[in-house]
Nanobody, 123 residues
Framework: VQLVESGGGLEQSGGSLRLSCLAS?????????MAWYRQAPGKERDLVARRTKSGNTDYVDSVKGRFTLSTDNAKNTIYLQMNALKPEDAAVYYC?????????????????WGPGTLVTVSS
């Protein structure tokens, strides 16, 4: 499975961006979890939003009401709609997926990351 993000760029404070994460080599509906993380310069990579296979979606408090994680199974793509952007939202955003590969011998849990897409927010 490979993930590739797109949609990052420069946006003004208060503006909107939609990030996309295209999955290949696997179906997003088979993922145990799919998530967006972000990492600002000099900081750790933090969870932004995560959806489980059952459809439950959680958001970090700082983006609740502004960001929305959605999916398009036909396009095998995960989205992050970001509205009312703030300067503190600026970071590299990463797509993440966890899934299980089942064989006759065993089940193996795997995790993959995309290379990231840069979001810059001007004040």
């Amino acid at each position: 499975v490979q993930l590739v993000e797109s949609g990052g760029g420069l946006e003004q404070s208060g503006g909107s961006l939609r990030l996309s994460c295209l999955a290949s080599g696997g179906n997003i509906w088979d993922f145990n979890t799919m998530a967006w993380y972000r990492q600002a310069p000099g900081k750790e990579r933090d969870l932004v939003a995560r959806r489980t296979k059952s459809g439950n979606t959680d958001y970090v408090d700082s983006v609740k009401g502004r960001f929305t994680l959605s999916t398009d199974n036909a396009k095998n793509t995960i989205y992050l709609q970001m509205n009312a952007l703030k300067p503190e939202d600026a970071a590299v955003y990463y797509c993440n997926a966890k899934f299980t590969v089942a064989t006759i011998e065993r089940n193996t849990d795997l995790e993959v990351w995309g290379p990231g897409t840069l979001v810059t927010v001007s004040s």
